[in-house]
């Protein structure tokens, strides 16, 4: 088992928590000050043994992006695990622009399974290292915002950013 670190830094946002591997890969992420929940959105497959305090290299990039460079998250490496299907939406959903959002029936059919609406829905609800892994670029059918695991008023203060 690996040791991961834990920082947690301060975004207009809120409290913004990263779960990182020994490798540097993002595990899990969100906008809460309390470890446990971001620990919790970890795959028990990828959960650590050892969690210990430090500075993670992801930071930087979430800084970054908050300073403006919508692209900085882009190359922060993340660790997940599932099934197929959800390896290939998590994958979809970094190459979706900041500013221009998908709604979940164009992600399904970004997927090749233009059926599939709610397990759209379901991979983006799954996703533990939010930011890094943009879910919250995905919108209801109708252009609403729909879900977010860390609120529905961090999710509209991260697309008003990305539209600006």
Not at 54 to 79: C, K, M, N, P, Q
Not at 94 to 115: D, K, V
Not at 121 to 148: E, K, M, Q, W, Y
């Amino acid at each position: 088992m690996t040791t991961a670190t834990i920082q947690t830094i301060d975004t207009p946002d809120g409290a913004f928590t990263i779960v990182a591997d020994d490798r540097g890969r993002v595990l899990a992420s969100g906008w809460t000050a309390d470890p446990d929940s971001a620990l919790a959105r970890i795959s028990p497959r990828l959960r650590p043994a050892d969690v210990v305090e430090g500075e993670t290299d992801a930071a930087a990039a979430a800084r970054a992006y908050y300073e403006g460079d919508l692209e900085a998250i882009d190359s922060v490496e993340v660790a997940q695990t599932g099934t197929g299907l959800q390896l290939a939406g998590w994958s979809a959903l970094r190459s979706i622009t900041p500013g221009a959002p998908l709604t979940y029936t164009e992600f399904a059919a970004a997927l090749g399974q233009p059926s599939a609406v709610r397990a759209a829905a379901s991979i983006c609800a799954r996703n533990a290292p939010a930011l890094f892994v943009p879910c919250h670029r995905v919108l209801r059918s109708d252009g609403t915002l729909g879900g977010f695991a860390w609120g529905l008023d961090v999710k509209r203060s991260l697309l008003s950013r990305e539209a600006a």
